[in-house]
């Protein structure tokens, strides 16, 4: 069975940074591009940014352009999002996907980890 277990959620203060991992099973990671979906209190998730399956080729949503970087390790089926120069903005759950390497792209919505929380606040 596919499994997405999201960690590395936290509090921080804005301008501050977090990292977050996804580990993957039960699928061949590596041949999937691998995307972040947020979803903020009250609003519908979000796409934040992909990554292709080899690795090569990213996107980003614009409210994350130059501050979020994703990244993988297909060795150890592990995806990735470090989230620098924190904004208010950004408090969401945090959810990695199979598939979405860009905006609008079709992603796996069967298949969903539990998330991890992010809270930006002074």
């Known amino acids: 069975a596919v499994q997405l277990v999201e960690s590395g959620g936290g509090l921080a203060q804005p301008g501050g940074s977090l990292r977050l991992s996804c580990a993957a099973s039960g699928f061949t990671f590596g041949y999937w591009a691998m995307s972040w979906v947020r979803q903020?209190?009250?609003k519908e998730r979000e796409w934040v940014s992909g990554i292709s399956n080899g690795g090569?080729?990213?996107y980003y949503a614009d409210s994350v352009k130059g501050r979020f970087t994703i990244s993988r390790d297909n060795a150890e089926n592990t995806l990735y999002l470090?989230?620098?120069s924190l904004k208010t903005e950004d408090t969401a759950m945090y959810y990695c996907a199979r598939g979405g390497l860009n905006y609008g792209d079709s992603l796996d919505k069967n298949n969903w980890g539990q998330g991890t929380q992010v809270t930006v606040t002074s």
Do not use: R
Request: aromatic content about 0%.
């Open 40 to 42: 903020a209190p009250g």
């Open 56 to 58: 090569s080729v990213t």
């Open 82 to 84: 470090q989230l620098d």
